[in-house]
């Protein structure tokens, strides 16, 4: 039964309630119903906009309530500063410092007591936590502030959180708060918890838009930030001129910010009240704090920031809101093998989150670097990271909690099958999970350190083989976007290139204009540091030779060999190619490890790679080399190769003849051969291809003769599909070549198909040759060379067929032959299917034009009774003319 709801008021601390404006904040008029909802349900929804104060009152009003049985609250912030920003103001509000009942714990800095009854952490933390106590010993709630911004760390702090909260801590509460949620989404996976709402206070802003592609200056053929900096200097500029107050800019990222920074600064470097300050998550909390602080009376500041002051976090005095509508969201990168952050519009609702801090404790102004149509077909919500980042780190935290199937846990959006297919498949290869998906301890130690598995697996194996801050460097450089410029278009690949000016950058004497993105490049410097700290890594040193060993540990899918002497092109340990656009000094390196490619699946172009020597491939890899022999067709020499390899994965590290191969590999081997070549590689002798026009001939007649119909098929098609059967055993032990193929015995391997009734079916009904009538023995051509004949060919002399009265058939009688009645120079003078025909109406005349071109020749009047000859004359015929004494007038 529910009980009354308590007023929200009463429910907080008495010097929270005595500070001023807390008692105006809308969130106050929700508190009692989040306190009964939690009591009575567990979990609970709370949507309010930016404004409300559900941040700091939330856990303050329920710190001391009965049902926490004094445990404490843990509450999720998605950001470091928003996290310290939120700890300070809670503290603030109690009269006490941080550390007492409010404390936060972030990435290396932790500030809680003993006392402590409300921790904010951000979403790692707490995944830490629950890994390291399912139980959550001593938690009595778990906030989700700020859950609309969906990162990947968040959903899984989640999942965890409700196995948790239904397996090992019973009494564990839950509550998800936010500005812009889907609530009842969120609502069914918290088993129908209830959503409280909250308005939210805020003051009215005018919204302006501006299109860069029509401001003085912008160069808007320039896709992303690049294209609208001017603009955005421009407008903050106009902004500072026409309008009271602080302003706020929203930037993608540090980068943009480093580089704003440095134009306003020479904008405004003379007027002393303007202070421009960054905001972004790697800088100290001191600086952090400079952004978040009131300004001195009688000065002004610009703060140029990252998405990091969307949500959580009051800056004081902010009247203008000036917004590149940009940032840089986390994107799977199949050119990497892994996440890294893209550029891409904002969403509306992240559009209209900022625009509301120009409202927060006065009207506001708020300029939208964009066109008003462009505006509209924003996506609604931003897109969550689960569905877009790669899900390795994810699948390796899951393992550690004893989850293989990530389907066993309540998502808001389930990974992908897919996805969560190849992050197992990776953390195989890097050994971080065993084939049957249960992590090692291997994948314990990478888990601590934060960053991919990739590198992490990276960093831990250079510690291992001496080349510790070697590999923090290169991890490093592989996060971040590149330091070298293109050149005339292209640039160079080779990631050793890189770690040259890391190394010279580190000298205090290194001129600036050596490096165009020196201050990109001073920050991978510092992450190398950071993470040398991390891992424990005391020496400084770099083997610039070591990076190809160190990043085949990362990407060992990557590991490409050179596919012949002078390519370009390249094939990689999991069977894609890879290639360079262009000569340079690691295209003619036989081994390459290709760090980052264009991501096309089949041929991809690289951007990044390093140099490998076979002999640390072998060394690194023992266990990920394979030996196969291999006996197979080789197309260049047209002869079976048998050789023993070396396998890493699909490329072939090295090879030695193979001296005794297995004699039925050798055949099939030849048989592939054979079938992909095509049959003519086979010596086939006039006598078996003239049988199978016999038998081709015959199985044309199927259909009217079942005994044809029962032939074997002898045509290309089907000897090519039955090499093995007819041919296998034919192929005698030393046949390796198209040399040796000759001296297999055609006819008898495609005789040894038939039975002797069946050849004698094709000796009978497709004979071989026709007896004439002058004694001649005369070949029948069941083919030319356009395929089959469907009435066989006779080529015969017109006079070694005189008295032959009708065309000979074949086949039971039933194929009269085509008679190619052929002149004494055997060339065709008739052809014909009905010789009785020929003789009866065509023979007088073809007999006149024989008689003037052959006139040695015998051309009698009748054909029917003459004498067929093979000779110019029947044999006793007289001589054309007489005796030369009739020739002569002697005898008359």
Known sequence: MTRHVENGLSMLPRKVKEFPGISDLPVVS????????????????????????????????????????????????????????????????????VGRRIGYQVRMETCIGPKTRVQIVTEGILTRRLQSDPGLEGVGLVIFDEFHERHIHGDLALALSLDAAEGFAEDLRIAVMSATMDTRALSGLLGNAPVISSQGKTWPVETIYVDPHNQKGASGSKPGWAGILPTCLNTVVKAMACHDGDILVFLPG?????????????????????????????LSFKDQKAAIEPSAPGNRKIVLATPIAETSLTIQGIRVVVDAGLVNQPEFSPGRGMTRLETRPVSKASADQRRGRAGRTAPGICYRLWPQYVHQGLVPFNRPEILNADLAHLVLELALWGVRDPSELKWLDIPSPQAVA?????????????????????????????????????????????????????????????????????????????????AKLSHARTHKREFPHRERALSILAQSRRLAGLFNIQGRGMDMNAAGRLLAQAFPDRVAVRRSAGSLSFLTAKGSGVFFDTKNSLSARDFIVAVEVDGQAKNARIFLAAGLDRADLENDFPRELATQDVVDWDPGTDSVKAVRQTLFGRIVVSQTPLPAPDPEAVKSALIRGIRETGLQILDWRKKTMNFRDRVIFLKGLAKAFPDFARLPDVGDKALTETLADWLGPFLCCGVTSAAGLKRVDLDAAVKALFTWDQLKTVDRHAPTHIRVPSGSTIPIRYA???????????????????????????????????????????????????????????????????????????????????????????????????????????GR
């Open 422 to 502: 190849a992050a197992k498949d990776l953390l195989v290869s890097l050994g971080a999970l065993d084939h049957g998906g249960a992590i090692t301890a291997h994948g314990r130690e990478m888990l601590t350190a934060g960053i991919h598995p990739r590198l992490a697996h990276m960093v831990l194996r250079a510690k291992k083989m001496g080349h510790g801050f070697l590999g923090c460097c290169l991890c490093a450089l592989v996060e971040e976007k590149d330091i070298v410029t293109a050149e005339y278009g292209h640039r160079d690949p080779d990631i050793v290139l890189r770690l040259e000016m890391l």
């Open 784 to 890: 030319d060379k356009n395929g089959p004949l469907a009435s066989p060919v006779l080529a015969v002399r017109i006079q070694e067929v005189f008295g032959m009265a009708a065309t000979p058939v074949i086949a039971a009688d039933q194929v009269p032959l085509t008679l190619h009645l052929l002149s004494p120079a055997s060339r065709p003078v008739q052809i014909t299917t009905d010789l009785a025909h020929f003789w009866a109406h065509t023979y007088q005349e073809v007999k006149k034009d024989l008689m003037g071109r052959y006139p040695k020749h015998f051309w009698p009047r009748n054909p029917h009774t003459a004498q067929a000859t093979a000779r110019v004359k029947p044999p006793g015929s007289p001589r054309r003319g007489g005796s030369r004494k009739s020739r002569t007038g002697h």
């Open 254 to 282: 540090a980068a943009a910010i480093r580089r704003l920074v440095g134009k306003l600064n020479e904008k405004f470097k003379q007027d002393a009240a303007v202070k421009v300050i960054p905001l972004f998550g790697s």
């Open 30 to 97: 929700v508190l009692g119903q989040m306190d009964n909802a939690l009591e009575e349900k567990r979990y609970a929804l709370l949507a309010a906009p930016p404004g409300a104060g559900k941040t700091t009152l939330v856990p303050l009003a329920l710190m001391a309530r009965p049902w926490l049985k004094n445990k404490k609250i843990i509450m999720l912030e998605p950001r470091r500063l928003a996290a310290r920003a939120c700890a300070a103001h809670m503290a603030e509000l109690l009269g006490e410092p």
